[in-house]
């Protein structure tokens, strides 16, 4: 986020842009690359500023009780707050006002339902509101700091800066995520024939309780036979198996990143026993969820994060 903000300062000519980094307390920050980074400013000093945004694993706890209070006064105060990637869940679990909607990153996004399931969320890569913006990810955050200077700057600006940094386009509040496809063929659900991400729509929202195919069909318009078919040849799996997928995927990021018990887990993605999630889940990914579970404890025990890290 800092390097376009710097680079927006050198071509306007201007010091339109400052920035500190900030901690909860005194000491250096290890990020999950294992660089340290010695911030300039501790939570509770920084009063001043226009805008905080939190860089977080979704995993972490806030290291001082009195944080959460902080930011809810930083806020109630006007000071402009946002999140990348996992920051968005110190920035629910501190109970700061979140009235629209928030980006979350795709990988969070069934543990994040799990434990604020009041708070709007969006697939968009970015969401700005009036005293929130949230970004989906690392690259999401640079596209954040050009939505910055072009509203300070101005859009010649900001496009400048991303040329600068060989950034492909500017993304703006009406982008969606791109997110891997559940399949051997297509490289994403973008790339996908309309008529069958319609479908896989339709199967997120209803995970545990998803609609007949052919209810599905009759929506679409057209037979099952032939969006079984469309299906297959766009993804290399039925729907069905594709479901199951998806199911997997959303029940990963439960193991991961919520303390859900997996009677819970296999109740939220739609199983009746933790014995079916275990068959599934091993036969997609290899490993059970209670060893899934296991190996990432032991990433945190060691002072790491699971990937995606921001």
């Not at 860089?55 to 944080?67: I, N, R």
């Not at 979350?104 to 069934?110: F, Q």
């Not at 594709?242 to 887990?265: D, G």
């Not at 296999?266 to 068959?279: D, H």
Request: some cysteine.
């Amino acid at each position: 986020m800092i390097e376009p903000l710097r680079a927006a300062n050198e071509i306007s000519g201007t010091g339109s842009f400052v920035w500190s980094l900030v901690s909860e307390g005194d000491a250096k920050v290890e990020a999950s690359a294992n660089v340290a980074f010695e911030a300039g400013l501790t939570l509770n000093s920084a009063l001043d500023l226009d805008c905080l945004i939190i860089l977080s694993a979704a995993v972490s706890e806030f290291q001082s009780p009195h944080s959460p209070a902080h930011l809810r006064a930083l806020s109630r105060h006007g000071m402009t707050l946002g999140a990348v990637s996992g920051g968005v869940f110190p920035l629910a679990r501190a109970q700061v006002p979140l009235r629209d909607p928030i980006s979350v990153h795709w990988c969070y996004e069934a543990a994040f339902a799990a434990e604020f399931p009041d708070v709007q969320k969006t697939e968009q890569v970015i969401e700005i509101s009036d005293k929130i913006m949230t970004a989906a990810g690392a690259t999401a955050a640079f596209d954040l700091s050009l939505q910055l200077i072009q509203g300070r700057l101005g859009a010649a600006i900001a496009t400048e800066v991303a040329c600068w940094f060989q950034h492909p386009m500017m993304r703006n509040t009406d982008v969606r995520q791109s997110t891997p496809a559940i399949s051997s063929i297509a490289k994403s659900e973008q790339a996908l024939p309309a008529n069958v991400a319609r479908v896989i729509d339709i199967y997120s929202a209803a995970l545990t309780d998803p609609p007949r195919l052919s209810d599905v069909a009759d929506d679409i318009g057209i037979s099952t036979r032939q969006l079984e078919r469309n299906f297959k040849r766009a993804t290399g799996l039925n729907p069905s198996r594709y479901l199951r997928r998806m199911r997997m995927k959303a029940a990963r990021q439960l193991v991961m990143y919520t303390n859900q018990s997996f009677t819970q887990i296999a109740e939220a993605v739609g199983y009746s026993s933790t014995t079916i999630l275990k068959r599934y889940y091993t036969e997609v990914f290899g490993i059970s969820p209670r060893e899934d579970r296991e190996r990432i404890n032991l990433f945190r025990v060691n002072g790491n994060v699971p990937l995606p890290a921001t």
